[in-house]
């Protein structure tokens, strides 16, 4: 899937215009914290390809890839525990920090508090264990969700530049708790020697994605709404609310392309192509050429507008991601496709599928891995 290509000890895109770029330490061992997600699995398949030693941590198995597609080694981790991510960084020279408590509107805005303590304890200790493990390289997976809020209200000229993380004010705790791992990440460079590289991802969609279950980004659940609706299109707020979104590809090429760079503030990765909810559902509708009407029903809405500039990302590494919406979109909608057929296939109920729906995660313990009593539930009992 990626369109990296290994020359030497060089990545070279397959578009000449872009420069190489030099593969730090090939062959060294580097630990991606949350490899077993959406990104972080892509990630680990890219940097696996390009000959670097690939241990992943994560507190589950990654649903889609087998573990050697994307990982030597897979260690079954919290990382809420510095210890475990002691453990899990033990002898890297690189360290990806991709593990997040996260999802989409549905999942974001009705889970702070545990999002939160989940993503704070994980963000300090993925750093934390670089510096104590030595890591010459740390990069730190931000969001376009630090933005300040304000700069976000109108749906016509939503660029957000890096320097407008500043003053903050981010529309959800997500986006705070994102912002200060930054600074964390940028100090740790300075007084550590650590190179400290950090990307703010717009919106990622792709195959491999969450696409259904509450957490899920309107990619994919427009997508899914589009395969399965047969009277309307349900959609949160009144469609004209606007995004850019980024294909993994770009995404995993980006990723690369920073943490090998010597730019040390952080960056955009997203597109510049934006798009309202509105045609956003029309688009994926059209790959089947259906024509339903949308329905526009309450729901969780974030900001108003957003874009991604990326001014600064084409001065400081001369690329940006560059996957039209309706090319990397189309590629998602037939993955997607073959999902609801597999799960049509096995019997399971697919008569929600074309709902929105919002999670409410009542305990911070995920897939028991974790030991009772180590962390409050939502309502605040252990
Ligand atoms: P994802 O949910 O698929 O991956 C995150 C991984 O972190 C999951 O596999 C999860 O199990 C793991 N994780 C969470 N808490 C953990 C813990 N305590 N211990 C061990 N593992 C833990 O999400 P993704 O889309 O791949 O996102 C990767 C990173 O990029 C996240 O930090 C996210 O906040 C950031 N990001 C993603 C997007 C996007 O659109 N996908 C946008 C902005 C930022
Ligand atoms: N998820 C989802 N599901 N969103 C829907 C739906 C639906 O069924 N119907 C309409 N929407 C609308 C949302 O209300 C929101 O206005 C817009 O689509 C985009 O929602 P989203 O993809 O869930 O999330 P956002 O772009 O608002 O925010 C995401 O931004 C990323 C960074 O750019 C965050 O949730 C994070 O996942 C991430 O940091």
Known sequence: MSKLKLTGEKVCNSDPKHPEVPLHDLGCKV?????????????????????YHVIVADWKHNEYFKQEEYCHEFRLLDLRKLENCIEATKGCTHVYALAADMGGMGFIESNQSVL???????????????RVNGAKRFFY????????????????????????????????????????AEEMALTY?????????????????????????????????????????????????DGIQTRSFVFVEDCV?????IMMSDCDVPLNLGTEEMISMNDFAKLVMSYES?????????????VRGRNS????????????????????????????????EKMKASGKDTATLSQSKIVVQDTAVLDGVLEKGFVRAADGTE
Not at 31 to 51: H, V, Y
């Open 31 to 51: 630990c991606i914290c949350g490899g077993g997600g959406f990104i972080g699995s892509w990630l680990g398949k890219a940097l696996k390809d390009l000959g």
């Open 116 to 130: 939160l303590y989940n993503n704070t304890m994980v963000s300090f200790n993925c750093l934390e264990s670089a």
């Open 141 to 180: 997976s931000s969001t376009a969700c630090v933005y300040n809020e304000d700069r976000q209200l109108d749906v016509t000229d939503p660029k957000l530049k890096e320097e407008y993380a500043w003053p903050a004010k981010p529309q959800d705790s997500y986006g705070l708790e994102k912002l200060y």
């Open 189 to 237: 460079g300075k007084d550590f020697g650590i190179a400290a590289r950090i990307a703010r991802f717009h919106n990622i969609y792709g195959p491999n994605g969450t696409w259904q279950g509450g957490r899920e980004k309107a990619p994919a659940a427009f997508c899914r709404k589009a395969i399965t609706s047969t009277v309307e299109f349900e959609m949160w707020g």
């Open 253 to 257: 090429e980006g990723v690369i392309r």
């Open 290 to 302: 259906k024509d339903l009407p949308i329905k526009h029903i309450p729901g969780p809405q974030g």
């Open 309 to 340: 500039d990326n001014t600064l990302i084409r001065e400081k590494i001369g690329w940006e991601a560059g996957t039209p919406l309706a090319v990397g979109i189309k590629t998602t909608y037939f993955w997607i496709k073959e999902q609801v």
